[in-house]
């Protein structure tokens, strides 16, 4: 029995034995989670900048932007009727303009008579045949918003425009 005894002491001796080593173990792992989380925690901060004067001072103050020209459409009323050179074809052109601003809608209401005689004469030049297919229709947009802008912009500054083509009939 006496062995009995001796065998149990050291089991129950070297259990805790082997209880501690995976508690240090344990506590070990929880002590470098909590520095590797405290110096990545760290880093970023560091990184980022903090409130240190440094980056205080590197920030520069930038202006408050202001807000984009509100977008408008006009359309350029009544629509364009001309006869094609060198046919007896009819054109029929509805164009609506896609302006950015009440300075360029405002220019463009006022030499509302100059660009319909420009763009007269422009539509009134066009052969038949180029502008039945669609590259000619698109080049011949092209030319009227070249020739819409070189009107305005002897009056102001034109950041953006767009035409479009709301009606195209050719008879």
Known sequence: MAEKQEQETEAQTEAPAEGGGSKKTLIMII???????????????????????VAEAEVP?????LPPPEPRYLDLDPPFTVNLEGSSSLLRVSISLLVYGTEVEDVVTEHMPQIRNSLVLLFSNQDAAAVKDRNGKDQLRESTLETIR???SQYTEIEDMEVFFTGFVMQ
């Open 31 to 53: 002590v470098g989670a909590v520095v590797l989380i405290a110096a990545t925690a760290g880093g970023t901060f560091f990184l980022i900048g903090g409130d240190s004067p």
């Open 61 to 65: 103050e930038e202006a408050p932007a």
């Open 150 to 152: 070189g009107i305005i």
